[in-house]
């Protein structure tokens, strides 16, 4: 795939434990299936995911009937940008890996906030 970070370069992998990613390929990658546009590699915060939960997308409990573990703080995971952009207006906003960030994020997120919650910008700015 020739798919592109919010710095422009090649997007980097997220996760490969827990597999992340729309296509579960570890990437942030998306494409005209993933309404939710699964983009933003963000690193998890019990405060996130307890936001999550309220907003009825609980990521924290198991579910193996779907071969989902369940996320815990300091996981990193593929976040749709519309309940990024919803968790930094509620103060909750998780970490984010520039990096691994797909750039079809910018179409929802500016590229000012992701930097402000970024835990790769030193190496990349």
Known sequence: MDARN?????LAPCSFR??????RDGCCNTGPEDRGRHV????MTRAFLAFSK???????TPA?????AGLEPGDRWCLC????????????APA?????????ALEVVRLE????HAVDRAADA
Not at 6 to 10: D, E, F, I, K, Q
Not at 40 to 43: D, E, L
Not at 96 to 104: K, M, N, R, S, Y
Request: contains cysteine.
């Open 6 to 10: 919010v710095l422009g370069g090649p």
């Open 18 to 23: 827990p597999k992340t990613g729309f296509f």
């Open 40 to 43: 933003v590699c963000a690193q």
């Open 54 to 60: 309220a907003r009825g997308n609980d990521l924290s």
């Open 64 to 68: 193996p009937a779907h071969g989902f």
């Open 81 to 92: 940008a519309a309940r990024w952009q919803e968790a930094l207006q509620a103060g909750v």
């Open 96 to 104: 984010v890996v520039l990096a691994a960030t797909h750039e079809a």
């Open 113 to 116: 906030d992701l930097f402000a």
